[in-house]
């Protein structure tokens, strides 16, 4: 047991922690680095100590001054968050030899689903449903058998890779030599490991995870989430539940993912990732720590994950032993990151000299700035989450745009513009999603001003960003629609 927690992280999720180990009577110490000196989370923590440098290396992801600081501060357990070290086998395995808890999964657990093959092969052997694909490929000549026993179009991809780095879509047998040529010295200077295999390709997919929750008893899911928009691997909206799946569907993803985290003998909260096309779904990978979009589960299930974690922690049994809710409502969350979206989304610094978040039913703000905050180019863009939960989608999405008009955020660019507009965008309204659709969406949230929108593009342009944007459509069109108003508020789940 324990009684005090290392918040190994800092921002959003940093200031979300400390406040689940106050409510769970659990005294808390901040680690912060000369960057963070003034942060939230340090003030909001009863107690703080700097471990360095504004740099990462000198600081968050400095495992040896992670533990002298827990020692300082006489902490039992050590919280990862996410992001830094939350899915470093090594830090979890450091963390349990200087005799504390480590708030989260088995270090094994972590080890086998950070490595892509070794995971494939778990679940493999588990009856996970994994994309049909190959053994890693000793020549293009093995490339073009498998890839004709699987049916082209295949894309390959690094045995080592993650990340969608070095993945290349092979259309037809002609271009395989190229293409296979090209994707090992890819994955060879990338992760000096040129092992590439074959999978078929899904064109268009969702991406839809599982929350999952293990004690030392069982392992409950707690429904699905819709993180299909994301640009360049990094998700941007999120929503539970997926309005494109049906119960069927939902159940059989749901056992599949408890049965994933139950072959890699799982505990705590995790996630258990997936692409779906054509109603079938494939395992794509587990991430092994509490994510930044856990806040829509909790909004349509009442269930707090990260007091969860805490109390899985510390031996006491999972939602208190009794079932998990059934999900009610839906719920949005938008990721509100100090980025520029009229300029390819390029990171924006500077001191907010502005903060205002909206309030009222079931609008939520996880936020890691305050007023006079620095932003700075040190860490991940990430301000906070503007998260909100009603009655179905259409009224989450009203709530939505109300809450992004009334969140002011000034100093920095950020992407609640660009947010607005996809609340708007006829296709999201439509739930007509999958991966693609940013891509697919050119130029929302573009300023409105031709002037200024040069301006941008010759930023982006000169910032040698890879995904060039195309050439910019108009701003998406504000359609109004004429709702009829907020349906009846639904009751939150009960919280354990
Ligand atoms: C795929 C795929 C389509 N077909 N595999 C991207 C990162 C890595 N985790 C796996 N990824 C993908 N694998 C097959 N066989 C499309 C992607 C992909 C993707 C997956 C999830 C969320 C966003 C994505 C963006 C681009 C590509």
């Known amino acids: 047991m324990f009684d005090k927690v290392l918040i190994a992280n800092r921002g959003e999720i940093a200031v979300r922690i400390i406040r689940a180990c106050h409510e769970e009577g659990l005294g808390t110490v901040a680690v912060y680095s000369d960057a963070d000196r003034r942060a939230p989370h340090v003030l909001l923590a009863g107690g703080a100590i700097r471990i360095g440098g504004a740099a990462a290396a000198e600081s968050y992801l400095s495992i040896d001054r992670l533990l002298a600081a827990a020692r300082e501060a006489g902490a039992g357990a050590v919280h990862p968050g996410y992001g830094f070290l939350a899915e470093n086998a090594g830090f979890a395995r450091a963390v349990e030899a200087a005799g504390l808890v480590y708030v989260g999964p088995p270090a094994d657990a972590i080890e086998i689903m950070g490595d892509k093959t070794r995971a494939r092969a778990r679940m493999v052997a588990a009856g996970v449903p994994v994309i049909p694909g190959s053994d890693p490929l000793a020549s293009s000549r093995e490339a073009v058998r498998e890839a004709k026993r699987i049916g082209f179009p295949v894309l390959l991809k690094a045995a080592a890779g993650g990340g969608g780095k070095g993945m290349h879509v092979v259309s037809e047998a002609e271009e395989m030599a190229g293409a296979f040529g090209r994707a090992t010295r890819e994955a060879q200077a990338a992760f000096g490991d040129g092992r590439v295999f074959a999978e078929r390709f899904l064109r268009a997919p969702r991406h839809i995870e599982i929350q999952v929750l293990a004690d030392d008893e069982r392992t409950v899911d707690l429904g699905e989430r819709e993180c299909s928009i994301q640009r360049r691997h990094q998700k941007l909206i999120e929503e539970a539940p997926s309005t494109a799946i ?19 003998g799982y505990r705590s909260a995790g996630t258990v990732e997936f692409l779906v096309e054509g109603g079938e779904f494939f395992f794509l990978e587990m991430n092994t720590r509490i994510q930044v979009e856990h806040p829509v589960t909790e909004l ?3 269930v707090d994950l990260v007091r969860q974690q805490l109390r899985v922690a510390r031996g006491l049994p999972l939602l208190g032993g009794g079932e998990p809710p059934a999900a009610r409502g839906h719920a949005i969350e938008c990721r509100i990151n100090a980025e520029d979206p009229g300029a ?9 000299d ?8 079931g609008v939520r703000w996880d936020g890691g700035i305050r ?14 989450k503007l ?19 009334g969140l002011v955020i000034g100093g920095v660019e950020t992407t609640v513009p660009w947010h607005l507009a996809v609340m708007d965008e006829p296709d999201y309204r439509m739930n007509d999603l999958s991966i693609r659709y940013v891509e697919e969406h050119p130029g929302l949230g573009e300023t409105a001003d031709p002037g200024l929108r040069d301006v941008a593009m010759a930023a982006a342009v000169l910032l040698e960003d890879r995904d060039r944007p195309r050439v910019v459509s108009g701003g998406a069109r504000r359609a109004r629609d004429g709702g009829n108003g907020m349906s009846a508020w639904v009751r939150a789940g009960r919280e354990w």
């Open 344 to 352: 390819a989304f390029v990171p924006s610094t500077g001191r907010i």
């Open 246 to 264: 049906d119960d069927a569907l939902r159940r059989r993803m749901a056992e599949v993912a408890v049965r994933a985290a139950e072959a890699v």
């Open 371 to 384: 007023n006079g905050s620095e932003v700075g180019p040190h860490y991940d863009s990430l301000l906070g």
């Open 387 to 405: 998260v909100v939960h009603a009655s179905d989608r259409e009224a989450a999405i009203r709530r939505m745009r109300s809450a992004l008009e």
């Open 354 to 361: 502005r903060l205002e978040v909206p309030t009222g039913p």
């Open 300 to 302: 349509v299930t009442g």
